[in-house]
Structures are given as C-alpha cells and as structure tokens.
C-alpha cells in the first residue's frame, strides 16, 4: 500500500516534507517514518480511488491530536448529505405534528389515538436525531480542526437512532408472536 506520511523530525521539532511511502499497514508507515527520523502527525492512504478520506492521525511530539481535515470535494460531499438529512429531519418533524393533529381528528376510539400518538412519538424522535445528526455533518464543513470529533458525533446520533429503530422492531415482532399466538382458532 501507498502512503502519504505527514510529520516533524524528531530532533528538531520541526515540520517535514511529507514522506511517500510503500509498505502494508499504517502502521509500518509510522514506523518506518520514525526510523527515517519523523514524528508522525497524519498518515493517509495514498493512490486509492477513494483519495486521502482513509486517514488514521496520531499524536505529535507535542501531545496535541492532530485531526484529519477533509478536502474541499470531501467536504462538499459532506455538505449535500447535510442538507438532505436536515431536510429529511424536518419533513419526519412536520409528520410528527400531523399525527398528533390526526390522532384528535380522525381518530374514532381510545386505542387508534394511543397508536397515532406512538407513531408520532417515534417519528419525532428519528426526526430530532436526524436534524442532530445532520448539524454535526454540517459543521465538518463550517469548521476546522475538528471534522474527525464531528464526524463521530454524526456518527452517534445515526447509531443511536438505528438502536431505536432495530429496537423497536424486536418489539414489534415480539408483540406480533404474542399475538398470534394468543388469537383464537378457528373451530374445525
């Protein structure tokens, strides 16, 4: 593998010219920087259709993390994404309010409005955790020096929302076998 290995020589403490190298892990790059006398900052993949998105950062001589910084078509990327999770987030918000509206309109007895109100429940919540989500998504672009911590952050807020959903699903086939079989038979 081709790596770009970013750094300050080890003496002096000074920057280094990026080192290009071959070898099989990030890792073996760290370690082969070092041996040339460099203290890795940054390493990234080199050469790969992906581009230089595949960085793994580690701690200068100074202790100071440093972070990965996305380029600019990363970060267009990034971006969009932003925008139509924010979109999504806020149509699952206006769904949300509309069930609770339908849930006192159209609903006919106790239980339909209990389950209005759940799925507006649930809905809600993915919608908050969407527009969440897609604000740390958006800082990665409007910030610098932090897009690895908002990118994690991102990242939470989506596992924590597929937790729900996963989740909510176990429950509802759990309901759905109790129910099946506790429903009457027919007579034969």
Not at 21 to 48: H, N
Not at 121 to 142: K, N
Not at 166 to 171: D, E, P, T, Y
């Amino acid at each position: 593998m081709k790596f770009w290995v970013y750094g300050v020589d080890v003496e002096a403490g000074q920057p280094r010219e990026p080192l290009f190298l071959e070898v099989d892990s990030f890792q073996d790059a760290w370690a082969k920087a070092r041996a040339e006398g460099m203290e890795a900052t940054g390493i990234e993949l080199a050469g790969s259709s992906d581009g230089p998105g595949q960085a793994a950062m580690f701690r200068g001589k100074s202790g100071q993390r440093k972070q990965y910084e996305f380029d600019e078509g990363q970060n267009l990327v990034v971006a969009t994404l932003a925008f139509y999770m924010k979109v999504f987030g806020v149509v699952l918000l206006i769904a949300s309010a509309i069930g609770v509206v339908l849930s006192f309109v159209i609903a006919t007895g106790f239980w339909q409005r209990v389950m209005y109100l759940i799925d507006a429940g649930v809905v809600l919540v993915f919608g908050v955790l969407t527009v969440q989500a897609s604000l740390y998504f958006r800082r990665i672009v409007d910030t610098q020096g932090s897009d690895i911590s908002h990118l994690m952050a991102a990242l939470q807020k989506l596992k924590t929302m597929y937790g729900i959903y996963v989740g909510l699903i176990c429950l509802v086939l759990v309901v759905l076998f109790i129910w099946l079989g506790t429903a009457p038979r027919p007579a034969s």
